[in-house]
């Protein structure tokens, strides 16, 4: 671990300082730092690893399912992504799938969903998905087409969902379904859908420019027990975000540790690459580019465990969550490339540290509400409470 002293700050417990500390060295002895090509396989071993080191534990929330509090702590979360991201992005993904998946499980499931799921996924055994966005609804979600018409005690699921992460290895689906109980968002209800479900199937792979699982889900004529229900009818949407709101922040966090192990291969090559007689580093141009890349993380940092924290005291986040969010997602893509620019040539080279931060950014600009999504939530919530 490089620069730790921002667990200091005094948004942080000391056991939180202690869990970085503790992960980081586990990150050490068991994260690769390359990945096979099979990243299926890859990622169903990281979620058996970071189960059975206990670090799962944390992403789901009640003692008596296997979560290691009542309720998921945003600061532990954010501290496991930002150490778990500087050490590798798919070990990152791995662990904050787990969180994302059953999070809407934690949140509002029976405690019969909440036995029969959530100790597996704290134990790594069992790999979780969240299926909301569709080919025709990603910004927009509520315009959701996807459906499910209840029969008797079943629910019968029609549609497709896309861009799904863990989509193909997952174990189970939290799927959102428009149930009709009102219009829009109102109108859309939850379910567990256990990967084995007749008239459930995976439509079709999808190769990103950071290779992670991920599909195209479709369902047809797909039943399943009215039980496997999250939260009331008509409150799925609520459900969604709510599960969105303790992982929004966490995003932010994730993009702290790529962006901190950008800085940190950065100085690496500025102070050891000669040049006209000196370093690279030696260089006023360098150094700005350096102070630029400190500062840059320094505010996300800042930003992003003021969410954290305000969150864990129990306040609302909507604005903090997304300022977060759209300042480390964007200082975080400007870190990584000042850094490839620091590395030259061998910054663009295939699999090279900085090479694979470059890639492993983008998506995350997109997905979980995009900048600009962030942006519209910050002005909207500005105009409704403006700032006295
Ligand atoms: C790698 C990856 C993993 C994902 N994992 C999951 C997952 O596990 N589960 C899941 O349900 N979804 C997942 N998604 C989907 C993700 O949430 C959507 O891609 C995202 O919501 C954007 O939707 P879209 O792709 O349809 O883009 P669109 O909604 O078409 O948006 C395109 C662009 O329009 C701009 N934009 C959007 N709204 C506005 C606005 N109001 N004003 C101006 N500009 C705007 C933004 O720049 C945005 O990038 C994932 C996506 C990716 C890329």
């Known amino acids: 671990m490089s620069d730790t002293h921002y667990l200091d700050w005094p948004f942080f417990e000391p056991h939180h300082a202690a869990l970085a500390h503790a992960l980081d060295a ?28 206990g670090w799962l534990r944390h992403a789901v929330g009640g003692t008596a399912y296997g979560g290691m509090g009542e309720q998921i702590d945003t600061r532990s ?25 059953s999070g809407a499980i934690s949140l509002a499931g029976t405690d019969a969903q909440k036995a ?64 009709g109980e009102a219009p829009g968002a109102r109108g859309i209800s ?45 409150e799925g949407f609520k459900v969604a975000m709510r599960t969105l709101d303790v992982f929004r922040t966490s995003v932010a966090a994730a993009s702290l540790g790529f962006a901190r192990r950008a800085l940190d291969e950065g100085l690496a090559r500025a102070t050891t690459r000669r040049m006209f007689n000196q370093t690279l580093a030696d260089f006023q141009i360098t150094q700005t580019k350096l102070a630029q890349m400190a500062t840059t993380i320094d505010s996300a940092a800042l930003l992003t465990y ?30 990584i490339d000042a850094a490839v620019q620091l ?5 663009v080279v295939s699999e090279h540290p900085v090479e694979k931060l470059y890639r492993e950014i983008r998506a995350l600009r997109i997905y979980e509400g995009a900048t600009e999504v962030q942006q519209l939530i910050i002005g909207r919530e500005l105009l409704k409470n403006p700032p006295r």
Request: proline letters at 4%; hydrophobic letters at 45%.
């Open 306 to 335: 003021r969410a954290a924290w305000q969150r864990d005291r129990g306040h609302s986040v909507t604005k903090e969550a997304a300022m977060a969010k759209m300042v480390a997602n964007e200082g975080a893509q400007h870190v």
């Open 190 to 234: 939850a379910f567990i859908v256990d990967a084995n479900t007749p008239g459930f199937e995976i439509a079709e792979r999808i190769q990103v420019i950071a290779p992670h699982p991920l599909a195209t889900l479709r369902f047809t004529e797909c039943r399943v027990p009215l039980s496997q229900r999250v939260g009331a009818a008509g």
């Open 116 to 179: 029969d799921y959530l100790p597996r996924v704290a134990q790594g055994t069992a790999i979780a998905a969240f299926a909301l966005s569709e080919p025709d609804a990603g910004s927009d979600v509520a315009a959701m087409q996807c459906s499910a018409r209840i029969e008797g005690g079943h629910a019968v699921l029609n549609g497709s969902k896309t861009w799904i992460s863990n989509g193909g290895i997952a174990d189970f689906y939290v799927v959102f379904a428009r149930t």
């Open 343 to 347: 590395w030259g040539g061998m910054g």
């Open 26 to 53: 586990w990150a050490q002895a068991h994260v690769p730092q390359h990945h096979s090509a099979d990243v299926d396989a890859e990622c169903r071993s990281l979620v058996r690893e970071l189960g059975q080191g």
């Open 77 to 101: 979360i954010c501290l496991i992504r930002e150490t778990l991201a500087r050490h590798s992005g798919l070990a990152d993904f791995a662990f904050a799938m787990q969180g994302l998946g």
